[in-house]
């Protein structure tokens, strides 16, 4: 069984939306075993404190049911798989390295918490502490410990977490984001140390199958410099024709506000090709919502992260600046695109 990035996004739920509960907290926060697929996104800008950022990062596990039964007598059988996607962009040599990983459950090694967020994938980990999260992880020749703290309560996505993916009563998946993260860092590059500051985003979502009629999606989530966090997403048909679009936006102060699909658009103005995959991705956006007229640029094209091994899928996932109309910087976070090097596996 194959897995993709954000295969989150194509979820759909069998019950109707008022039959699900709320999100508890801090149980939402772990795993949830019942459900087919889940997964933890976390992404970020870092520099030296005061300067402006030169390192982008990408840190997801994903969590789905194996192909033995959940009554298995063997504390090994694959009851549960655990995925991993690693990668750093270093925007200064316009260099991204990434990895991946894919084991089944093994306890004390390969293992997610249901109370609490607590994913072990060896040594890589996410974990949450005090009001944030603790990580830890590494590549090809990095490797990184965060520390990510926030005061503000979860940015439930949709209606109170519920994130509508198409226009069927049933199409939804659970999805809360934990944005604007203050973030300490340690990272060891070709043996170099380095002590950085930044902002992180948080992703946590969960859901039991998936819509059949999406070629692909396009995401975004950014922290904005005046404190505001925006997130924009569409899916796409195969014909390219958009399919279902939404998002959010948190705002200091002010109640969050998640936004309907005739309320986002998303129109590509620039395109990279990939001399790997040979897929056309659109690395430069036009963007409007009730946040306003934006312009959203990769901080460079060579983005693209090659999956293949553990879930199927090349993708382009990259750190990207936000403008506003007059061309202002007014944020930084990763933008996410899938279905342009070929159709995503269980679509």
């Not at 933890?40 to 520099?47: D, E, I, S």
């Not at 699909?261 to 998303?266: H, I, K, L």
């Given at each position: ?29 772990g795993a949830h075993g019942q459900q ?281 996932e990259g750190a990207a600046r936000l ?25």
């Amino acid at each position: 069984m194959k897995i993709t990035r954000r295969l989150l996004l194509l979820a759909a739920l069998p019950l109707p939306l008022q039959a699900r509960a709320a999100m508890a907290f801090p149980r939402d926060f772990g795993a949830h075993g019942q459900q087919a697929i889940e997964w933890w996104y976390v992404t970020g800008l870092l520099g030296e404190p005061g300067q402006p950022p030169q390192f982008g990062y990408q840190l997801t596990f994903f969590r789905l049911t194996g192909p033995a039964p959940a009554d298995h007598a063997s504390p090994l059988a694959a009851r549960q798989l655990l995925l991993g996607h690693v990668a750093l962009s270093d925007l200064a040599t316009r260099q991204q390295r990434h990895t991946q990983r894919l084991l089944r459950q093994l306890p004390g090694a390969v293992q997610v918490r249901a109370d609490d967020c607590d994913v072990q994938l060896r040594d890589w980990t996410l974990r949450r502490d005090g009001d944030g999260y603790r990580a830890a992880f590494n590549g090809p020749g990095f490797s990184m410990a965060l520390q990510l703290a926030t005061p503000e309560p979860p940015l439930l996505q949709g209606e109170a977490g519920i994130s509508r993916k198409g226009s069927a009563p049933d199409q939804f998946s659970h999805y809360y984001s934990r944005p604007q993260l203050a973030t300490q860092a340690r990272l060891t590059l070709d043996g170099r140390n380095r002590e950085l500051t930044g902002r992180a985003w948080l992703d946590h979502e969960w859901s039991d199958s998936y819509l059949g009629d999406c070629a692909g999606w396009d995401w975004l989530g950014i922290n904005l410099l005046d404190g505001r966090a925006l997130m924009l997403f569409q899916l796409r048909r195969p014909d390219g024709r958009r399919d279902w679009a939404g998002g959010g936006l948190r705002t200091p102060g002010q109640a969050d506000r998640s936004f309907a699909p005739d309320e986002v658009g998303m129109t590509p103005t620039r395109h990279w090709s990939s001399p790997a995959t040979g897929a056309r991705w659109p690395v430069e956006w036009q963007l409007t919502s009730p946040a306003g007229a934006m312009r959203l640029v990769a901080a460079f094209d060579a983005q693209e992260v090659d999956a293949r091994r553990s879930s199927g899928l090349a993708y382009w996932e990259g750190a990207a600046r936000l403008l506003d109309a007059g061309g202002r910087e007014i944020g930084w976070g990763y933008l996410e695109l899938t279905g342009y090097a070929g159709r995503p596996p269980l679509v």
